[in-house]
């Protein structure tokens, strides 16, 4: 086994087990705000029907200590990570990142969990280990260009089987051959498309990723043999990934200088729906608090740059789960309702009051503007509405709403429950083995019984 020949897989290996974030105070700050964030939402997740048939389907009642966010069971640490990874995205409201186009922490926290139950180790190394994973998960990102994305595979899965894989290796000190086995086992696992979206299998692309960078990094662990060069190789990943716009020295380029969960950073979301129409979701919200009256509107148009609706499958959503990725239907409920709920995204049958004025909504592009590509100045939506006394309103919305402080999302996604509350302010904290061992406890508690 060697790593001749395959300078840049060498590298990043190099870069992920070598990296050091507890030293950056902003780094492992907003790490603990994106663990709070996902918690609260893989909390909510848990108790939604098909985490449960998910677990049942997946081995759940398997033995072992690995928890189950949100339900006392305990089961195999493999299936604990698809199960955690699941729940945290099955709602649509973690977090995401500009340069994966993708959700990171849902992917890289239920491995590290996974991790948890096979060893010990301290809540401050598990921080640390998320950042470099979502460093990775990101720098691969930017590596491969926009048509990854755009051509139909889903970024959250095929990015963070490998960004597991790298937190995995940073916490454990793998070594640098270890490790490009391990990012190569990855690779050769990831998968998951675009065309999922609106569907159970969505949500699931995170838990499998998170699955197979556990897996990935245990094998090699275990001595098992793979390519060391999936970055280096001519048939490896960004041959099949990149379909010719790679850059791929954006792999290791200027690595935690600064790290990218500090800039560009995560956006936690302020809805739970697919972050595309959260713009949109923002200038609903805006009208109704102004009284625009649905009744009164003719009809609207959004216009968006080149590839910034590629994520916005659905323009005539069933349920509220294909409701998640139509921006028709997201402004119509922000609008009509003045916010946005998990209720407004279930799996019942859409009111015909919201979507009598979803149906009046249409999409175009504005082609004389930049690509939407990761530099958040490429994101924007334009709003026209055509009133039916012959006005119009138009506004326009510029990259993306989010929250800075998930407490209040915690809170709202817990419902208060006294089980949780002393979540937020423990991940702020923790740093050693005895809080990372608490924080477990608490999350192994019964969210359905608690919530529900």
């Known amino acids: 086994m060697t790593t ?5 897989t060498h590298a990043f290996a190099q870069a992920i087990i070598t990296s050091d974030p507890t030293k950056d105070a902003a780094a492992m700050g907003a790490a603990r705000t994106a663990i709070i964030d996902f918690l609260a939402c893989t909390i909510a997740g848990a108790g939604d029907r098909t985490t449960d048939l998910l677990a049942d389907a997946v081995g759940a009642k398997l033995p072992g200590d690995a928890i189950l966010v949100g339900s006392t069971r305990r089961t195999d640490p493999l299936v604990a990570a698809v199960v955690n990874g699941y729940a945290g995205h099955v709602l649509d409201y973690d977090d995401v990142h500009a340069s994966v186009r993708g959700h990171p922490t849902t992917v890289i926290i239920p491995a590290l969990l996974g991790l948890a139950a096979e060893r010990g180790f301290a809540a401050e190394a598990l921080l640390a280990s998320y950042v470099v994973g979502l460093e990775a998960m990101a720098r691969l990102g930017l590596s491969l260009g926009s048509k990854h994305y755009e051509n139909g595979f889903h970024a959250t899965a095929t990015l963070g089987t ?7 290796t940073h916490l454990t000190r793998a070594s640098v051959e270890e490790t490009t086995i391990a990012l190569g086992l990855a690779a050769t696992q990831s998968s998951g498309l675009r065309l999922q979206f609106g569907y159970d299998a969505k949500p699931y692309h995170a838990g499998m990723a998170a699955r197979s960078g556990l ?11 793979g390519a060391p060069d999936f970055l280096d190789n001519p048939v490896g990943f960004h041959s099949a990934y990149s379909f010719g716009v790679d850059r791929l020295q954006a792999v290791t380029e200027n690595w935690g200088a600064p790290w990218q969960i500090v800039a560009p950073g995560l956006t936690l979301k302020a809805y739970p729906c697919c972050t595309a129409s959260h ?26 740059p ?31 309702d003045g916010a ?7 799996e019942r049958p859409l009111e015909p009051r919201l979507m009598a004025l979803a149906e009046r909504a249409s999409r175009r592009h504005d082609d004389s503007a930049p690509r939407m590509s990761s530099d958040p100045k490429t994101r924007f939506v334009i709003l026209d509405v055509a009133l039916r006394d012959g006005t119009t309103i138009t506004r326009r919305f510029d990259g993306l709403p989010g929250v800075t402080d998930p407490t209040t999302k915690f809170r709202e996604a817990t419902a208060g429950h006294p089980s949780f509350t002393d979540i937020p302010s423990l991940v702020r904290t923790m740093n050693s083995a005895a809080d990372l061992h608490l924080l477990l406890a608490l999350l192994g508690q019964d969210a359905v019984q608690n919530l529900h």
Do not use: M, Q, W
């Open 340 to 346: 946005l709920r998990i209720d407004h995204f279930d």
């Open 279 to 304: 713009p949109v979701a923002s200038l609903g919200i805006e009208l109704n608090r102004e009284e625009l009256a649905a009744d009164a509107i003719e009809h609207i148009t959004f216009t968006y």
């Open 162 to 168: 490998v960004g597991a894989t790298a937190a995995i």
């Open 215 to 225: 897996l990935s990094a245990r094998l090699a662990a275990a001595g098992f043999g």
């Open 4 to 8: 001749v020949g395959a300078p840049l």
């Open 306 to 336: 080149p590839g910034a609706d590629a994520a916005l499958v659905v323009t005539k959503p069933n349920n509220g789960i294909e409701a998640r990725f139509s921006p028709e239907y997201v402004f119509a409920a922000a609008l009509i």
